[in-house]
């Protein structure tokens, strides 16, 4: 069990206290796919963009676990699931990579903006025929004298149509070789860059994604993250951070419905009784409270372990199934609590159950997560 102190605790207090300005007209938003611009200002005036950075870079310098736990906080406070989704996005797509591998002249150049939600940032991994295959991505990036000469396509990045800058994967060596891949800072008006519309979806709607083309877009050497060919490395260390970022929100997003629901529960009436008297109803909260505890429980336990310095290869898996799989289910048992207004776009809770299916497919699917467990136990 975690033990947060006051400081911890005050962070947090503060993002959930801006919760109700957050989750304004979160509805009607999610409708027309509307990036929160208000949204993403307040945010940065809780100086939340900077959690895990350092200082020196104008960052809060707080650890892995705290800034998990605040954005729990986010999660729990705020109903728009796509600001909350953009804002771990950004953190972790160009924060993280830029502090642990980045060089003094590209923090220096970047990752003040970055804690400060200046600019938007994104990273560009997948491709249109690649999938979760990352190790067979087409886009190639040549040296041709102090530039890399970037060529190729990426899809589904969140954030895509509103960032500034990317983070973008590309393939430096033969393929299918892990020392193949190099991680490139690529400003949104490079010459040779189009970003694409914003491309629509079943649920995150307000986080918006869309594809990038590269035609003979030359990138300054210089903005290489860590050093060519360690762009596998970089994006294993990113992933972990995605995972226990990302769907520790979820976790928040659970809590709060959990708590939505035996509210409801308690004093809507049907035949006579509250509904939560009734044992159909009470299983569904019941299994909504062991899916929101497991996966809070592995999240927290896994970032220690990586904290620690630990393999965490396997525990990432299960955290990611337990929590992305998790919120599917709390999220259809909402609906089904709520019965016909859960069915309905007012309460938000539809919105909920749409939101929650994007977790079992992006960070890596969930078949793909199982693949990976049954090969780490020798299957």
Not at 6 to 11: K, S, W
Not at 104 to 128: F, N, Q
Not at 262 to 278: D, E, K, L, S
Not at 341 to 347: D, K, L, M, N, V
């Amino acid at each position: 069990m975690m033990v947060w102190n006051e400081d911890q605790r005050a962070l947090r207090a503060a993002i959930e206290e801006l919760g109700d300005l957050l989750s304004k007209e979160h509805v009607e938003r999610d409708a027309g796919a509307e990036f929160p611009v208000e949204g993403w200002a307040r945010v940065r005036e809780t100086g939340l963009f900077g959690l895990p950075f350092d200082p020196a870079w104008g960052g809060l310098g707080q650890d892995l676990l705290t800034t998990m736990y605040v954005l729990e906080g986010l999660g729990y406070g705020c109903r728009d699931g796509g600001l909350s989704f953009s804002v771990s996005t950004h953190m972790v797509s160009t924060g993280v990579p830029l502090q642990r591998f980045g060089s003094p002249a590209l923090k220096d150049r970047y990752l003040r903006r970055v804690c400060d939600g200046s600019v938007i940032g994104a990273h560009a991994i997948t491709e249109p025929e690649g999938g979760s295959d990352v190790m067979a991505m087409r886009t190639s990036a040549v040296l041709d004298g102090d530039a890399y000469v970037l060529n190729g396509a990426k899809s589904f990045v969140s954030n895509g149509p509103v960032a500034d800058v990317f983070v973008v994967y590309a393939r430096t060596g033969r393929r299918g070789s892990p020392a193949a891949i190099t991680a490139l800072l690529v400003d949104r008006d490079t010459p040779g860059l189009t970003v694409g519309r914003p491309v629509a979806k079943m649920g995150l709607r307000t986080s918006p994604l869309c594809e990038l083309f590269f035609d003979d877009c030359r990138v300054p050497a210089a903005n290489v993250v860590g050093s060519p060919g360690a762009g596998f490395l970089i994006m294993d260390h990113v992933m972990k951070w995605e995972i226990l970022c990302s769907f520790i929100i979820n976790v928040g997003e659970m809590q709060h419905r959990l708590e939505r629901c035996a509210g409801y529960a308690r004093t809507r009436t049907q035949f006579g009784r509250p509904i939560g008297a009734y044992q159909s109803i009470a299983n569904k909260i019941v299994e909504m409270k062991i899916v929101t505890d497991t996966a809070r429980k592995w999240l927290y336990d896994t970032a220690a372990k990586l904290r620690d310095g630990e393999n965490v290869t396997v525990d990432i898996a299960i955290s990611k199934l337990l929590a992305s799989e998790g919120n599917v289910t709390s999220a259809l048992a909402a609906v089904q609590v709520f019965g016909g207004y859960g069915y309905t776009a007012e309460y938000g809770l539809e919105k909920d159950l749409r939101n929650a299916v994007g977790g079992t497919i992006y960070s890596g699917t969930s078949d793909i997560q199982r693949q990976r467990i049954a090969s780490m136990i020798g299957l």
